[in-house]
């Protein structure tokens, strides 16, 4: 125990403890979901899948395996999972992989209207492969309909992607459906529709957010560790016909789910964490009871606290609001700052969060007029709306120090006024223990 990552990994419990996380990606695991990810099924190898791998003495894993996918396919209803992603971005770039040629378009959210870098940022891999294609948000807030169908139908895309990171709506799949049964017979190809819930994952299992496919969607990726509350990990759910996913598969989406199977492995991966895979098993079936839609409903109660709270202490929100665990702030029209400045002050003071672009801000990624925020990791500690208010409260502190500061450098001047309110942050987080530390 002398080797320093140990002094390292205590004082992470200390500042996971001691300070409140408001990154809306981020949530905190249960004990047995880190007992499975720390375990000795690290040890195997085991390419391919449950039965069908390419080492012996797999078949515990298998049985973990089998375990995890079957949850999954309990909690989104789906006739197929794929729990080998590494990441969500790994889930993403397999079903791009499985369904689409080299050139070929995918139709997306834009990044600065609330999409994912994986959904076509130029700096990405899958973007010097495929052509992407990006649809934007309208002044309310809401995904630009009329302008995904427009470009729908000019671009005839093989994939229609509804997926974000930074969007409080919730999305009219019928909607997207429709207009890509539209594409498919003005182009005589079949258009992939795909959901990337990676944010709401959680909120579908928990029941308070459509799911994707049960409004006429083929697949829905997501990552395992943000609403979710598993361990770090991507996932695959899709509908058709399941089949041998060694066995070459004819491209048509009643295949899809044997397709992605083998853009997983061996298209984009090698041998699956099956430690990791363990503890998917094991958070899915977290996810699976009661306990967890009370969960899920909680979130979404107190992103909407939160949300008021903030309307009254003068933050302008993008939308308006939320209907999910996502709130962007507009902290330069509401306070003359901007999201780094903002974000860099807050975690003086133990709350932490995101600097964001806002969907009008224009080439701006590094002074972005907004921050991101959501509830699901402060709902995860026991945190309810009273408490909400509360970091309401310290937020337009902060703000107008900021306000005050003017940039990084003037707010050491408010190192005193900072050190104090930090105190105060601390002494509320210790009363909500973190899981899984003690
Ligand atoms: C977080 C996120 C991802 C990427 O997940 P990683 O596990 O970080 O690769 C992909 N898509 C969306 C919409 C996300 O929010």
């Known amino acids: 125990m002398n080797d320093p990552i140990f002094a390292i990994i205590e004082k992470e ?55 995890a996918i079957e949850r999954a396919k309990q909690l989104f209803h789906a006739d197929h999972a794929n729990v080998q992603p590494h990441s969500g971005a790994n889930a993403n770039e397999a079903v791009y992989f499985a369904w689409c040629k080299p050139g070929d378009t995918i139709l997306a959210m834009s990044l600065p209207a609330g999409g994912h870098l994986t959904h076509g940022s130029p700096v990405t891999r899958s973007a010097k492969i495929y052509n992407f294609v990006g ?33 409080m709506k919730i999305p009219d799949f019928d909607r997207v459906a429709k207009v890509a049964a539209k594409v498919a017979e ?24 459509p799911n994707p496919l049960e409004h006429g969607f083929h697949v829905m990726t997501s990552t395992t560790h943000k609403t979710l509350r ?18 070459k598969t004819e491209r048509k989406l009643e295949n899809i789910p044997t397709l992605i199977d083998r853009a997983v492995f061996p298209g984009t991966q090698g041998g699956p964490l099956e430690h990791v895979i363990a503890a998917k098993a094991v958070a899915f079936e977290e996810d699976l009871q009661p ?8 979130i979404v109660k107190n992103a909407k606290a939160l949300a008021e709270a903030l309307k009254a ?20 029209s509401s306070f003359g700052i901007n999201g780094k400045l903002y974000e860099y002050a807050l975690d003086k003071i133990g709350l932490t969060l995101n600097a964001n672009a806002l969907p009008t801000d224009k080439g701006a990624a590094f002074r972005p007029s907004g921050v991101r925020l959501g509830t699901p990791a402060m709902t995860t500690r026991g945190l309810g709306p009273d408490e909400m208010e509360q970091i309401a409260k310290w937020m337009k502190q902060v703000a107008e120090i900021c ?13 005193g006024e900072l050190d104090k309110l930090h105190k105060e942050v601390k002494d509320f987080a210790l009363r909500f223990p973190v899981p899984g530390i003690n």
């Open 13 to 67: 419990k200390q500042r996971q403890s001691e300070g409140l996380e408001l990154i809306p990606s981020e949530n905190y695991v249960s004990e047995n979901v880190l007992k499975a990810m720390g375990s000795i099924l690290t040890n195997k190898y085991s390419e391919g899948y449950p039965k069908l791998r390419y080492y012996g003495g797999n078949e515990n894993i298998d049985q973990a395996e089998t375990l």
């Open 230 to 247: 598993g361990p770090r990990g991507g996932l695959i759910v899709s509908m058709g016909k399941v089949g041998n996913p060694l066995k």
């Open 403 to 415: 306000a005050k500061a003017g940039d990084n450098k003037g707010l050491a001047n408010y190192d």
């Open 291 to 298: 306990e967890f839609k009370e969960y899920a409903a909680n």
């Open 186 to 209: 003005q182009s005589g190809h079949e258009v992939l529709l795909m959901a990337d819930m990676a944010h709401v994952a959680g909120l579908i299992a928990g029941g308070v957010h």
């Open 135 to 167: 649809y934007g948000v309208t002044e309310d807030g809401d995904i630009d309909y009329d302008e995904l169908e427009k470009l729908a139908l000019e671009h005839q895309p093989q994939i229609i992607l509804v997926g974000y990171s930074a969007f």
């Open 313 to 332: 202490e003068g933050f302008k929100l993008q939308g308006d609001g939320t209907d999910n665990h996502l709130i962007l702030v507009d902290v330069k």
